[in-house]
């Protein structure tokens, strides 16, 4: 059984002035995480949201690409790491670009 539905969700440090991380995309297509250089993954780890993801990642059976390092001017730092999971069913062919109009509702 596969998690169907897009989702964004973000961590902003205490200034509400930058991203530490931000997830978005469609569970059944492609999810695009990015994090700053000064987040440690055991830091997100401890986030509810983070671990929903962690979940349909791994019920989906998605893969990842990455991590690519950066510059990331939105990231708490201005550097960081991107990730790309992408859906089984596009494994050796073209991977689907990033959501463009990422849902925040």
Same mark, same amino acid.
């Given at each position: 059984m596969?998690?169907?539905g897009t989702l964004f969700v973000q961590q902003?440090?205490?200034s509400d002035t930058n991203i530490k991380w931000q997830c978005w995309g469609d569970?059944?297509?492609r999810l695009d995480l990015i994090f700053s250089e000064w987040?440690?993954?055991d830091e997100m780890a401890e986030v509810p949201a983070f671990q929903?993801?962690?979940q349909i990642v791994r019920v989906n059976g998605m893969y990842g690409?990455?991590?690519e390092y950066g510059d990331l001017p939105q990231m708490l $730092? $201005?550097?960081g790491y991107h990730i790309a999971f992408i859906h089984p069913r596009f494994e050796g062919h073209e991977i689907p670009p990033p959501m463009e109009q990422i849902p925040t509702s």
């Open positions: 596969t998690i169907q902003r440090d205490q569970a059944e297509t987040v440690s993954f929903r993801i962690k690409l990455g991590p $730092g $201005g550097k």
